[in-house]
T-cell receptor
């Protein structure tokens, strides 16, 4: 069964706008990760946030984690056409399990 | 390191044939994952190896699927006999076991069973 689910399923914005994607999960976790997948390619790791962290930044990416609500968000600021891709959150199963389990992803289209 | 290497990139086979997908993980990584991606079901974990030992194979669809990891630098996923519903993109990923490590993905094998 899938642990995390992204929302929305699809997002279409103009270049320069911010893009926000959300992820909800079901059980306790050790960490939550966000990945990106360009069409026809493998997934690429973007950022990891531990369960005891609330916010993390990496370049134009900002990730938040609310363990009480079992949710996370990924914000891409000042989006570019090159950000067009699918974005996935991955959670582990908590405890001693570090197996990344993925949601269905958010498909982001950034129009130039 | 060249990253996780999967072969072949594309495979087209007839129903009933045996298919073998191959994966070379990143040197030094001790966790290896096989995933399957379809539009209907998203990205599903098939099997997880740690230190070459299968730890979790609960995602393997049925007995037609088998996976091996004979050594730290090679793994195979075999489907015998293949069926059209096995058509998907199969990804191999590797990582260092632990709470703060990312998984590195290969480019995937696009399997089409006709």
């Amino acid at each position: 069964s899938q642990q995390g689910e992204e929302d929305p399923q699809a997002l279409s914005i103009q270049e320069g706008e911010n893009a926000t994607m959300n992820c909800s999960y079901k059980t306790s976790i050790n960490n939550l990760q966000w990945y990106r997948q360009n069409s026809g390619r493998g997934l690429v790791h973007l950022i990891l946030i531990r369960s005891n962290e609330r916010e993390k930044h990496s370049g134009r990416l900002r990730v938040t984690l609310d363990t009480s609500k079992k949710s996370s968000s990924l914000l891409i600021t000042a989006s570019r056409a090159a950000d067009t891709a699918s974005y996935f959150c991955a959670t582990d199963r908590g405890g001693g399990s570090y197996i990344p389990t993925f949601g269905r992803g958010t498909s982001l289209i950034v129009h130039p | 390191d060249a990253g996780v290497i999967q072969s072949p990139r594309h495979e087209v086979t007839e129903m009933g044939q045996e298919v073998t997908l191959r994966c070379k993980p990143i040197s030094g990584h001790n966790s290896l994952f096989w995933y399957r991606q379809t539009m209907m079901r998203g990205l599903e974990l098939l099997i997880y190896f740690n230190n070459n030992v299968p730890i979790d194979d609960s995602g393997m669809p049925e007995d037609r699927f088998s996976a091996k990891m004979p050594n730290a630098s090679f793994s195979t996923l075999k489907i015998q006999p293949s069926e059209p519903r096995d058509s998907a993109v199969y990804f191999c990923a590797s990582s260092l076991t632990g709470a703060s490590t990312e998984a590195f993905f290969g480019q995937g094998t696009r399997l089409t069973v006709v």
